[in-house]
């Protein structure tokens, strides 16, 4: 089955503790996102990644870091979280950058 | 300000009832994309209509867009409670490199 894996679904962190967000697609997709969903903000890009080793900054890119060393894995990285990163996290796979994006389930977190 | 602008924000209806949501956007496209989402959870590729095409069609899904307005519509027909969920507008760029912009969302509802 096609899809993309998110880890954890859940997670509650203090400010300033170093976190890893998974991201897994099995689908051999070239183009991988970060999005951040606020209510009232809609889907905001944090990073992207063309390919592997490639990648770029979206439109909010402060306060994270992202890595694509493997084709199926993007990993999203906040090296000191703070309480504005309380947010939920989607990460997408496409075969290009605009055509059909498979998101993954979400991550729902809090930094207190 | 988001690409894809979404109009309603909210919508109540009857089971049944007929849905349409409007999408409006400022720059060229390349193609133009709806997205479902279940409350809290990942985005869902619904539907896809390149700038080239004026309307298309997908079970009781209705897609239109038109380029000289930058305007979508999506319709719904024969709405069914399980259709309650927010609805997304994307807009992919100008070129086959174009990122996807995602609007804020209409909210669905519909009521037994």
């Known amino acids: 089955e096609a899809q993309v894996t998110q880890n954890p679904r859940y997670l509650i962190t203090v400010t300033g503790k170093k976190l890893t967000v998974t991201c897994s697609q099995n689908?051999?997709?070239?183009?991988m996102s970060w999005y951040r969903q606020d209510p009232g903000l809609g889907l905001r890009q944090i990073y992207y990644?063309?390919?592997?080793?490639?990648?770029d900054k979206g439109d909010v890119p402060e306060g994270y870091k992202v890595s694509r060393k493997e084709k199926r894995n993007f990993p999203l990285i906040l090296e000191s979280p703070s309480p504005n990163q309380t947010s939920l996290y989607f990460c997408?796979?496409?075969?290009?950058?605009?055509?059909?994006?498979?998101f993954g389930q979400g991550t729902r977190l809090t930094v207190v | 300000s988001q690409q894809g602008e979404e109009d309603p924000q909210a919508l109540s209806i009857q089971e049944g009832e007929n849905a349409t949501m409007n999408c409006s956007y400022k720059?060229?496209?390349?193609?133009l994309q709806w997205y479902r989402q279940n409350s809290g959870r990942g985005l869902v590729h619904l539907i896809l209509i390149r700038s080239n095409e004026r309307e298309k069609h997908s079970g009781r899904l209705r897609v239109t867009l038109d380029t000289s307005k930058k305007s979508s519509s999506l319709l719904i027909t024969a709405s069914r409670a399980a259709d309650t969920a927010s609805y997304f507008c994307?807009?992919?760029?100008?070129?086959?490199?174009?990122?996807?912009?995602f609007g804020q969302g209409t909210i669905l509802t519909v009521h037994p």
């Open positions: 994307a807009t992919g760029g100008g070129t086959s490199y174009g990122k996807l912009t």
């Open positions: 990644s063309m390919n592997v080793e490639v990648t």
């Open positions: 997408a796979s496409s075969r290009q950058r605009n055509t059909e994006a498979f």
């Open positions: 720059t060229s496209i390349n193609n």
């Open positions: 689908m051999n997709h070239e183009y």
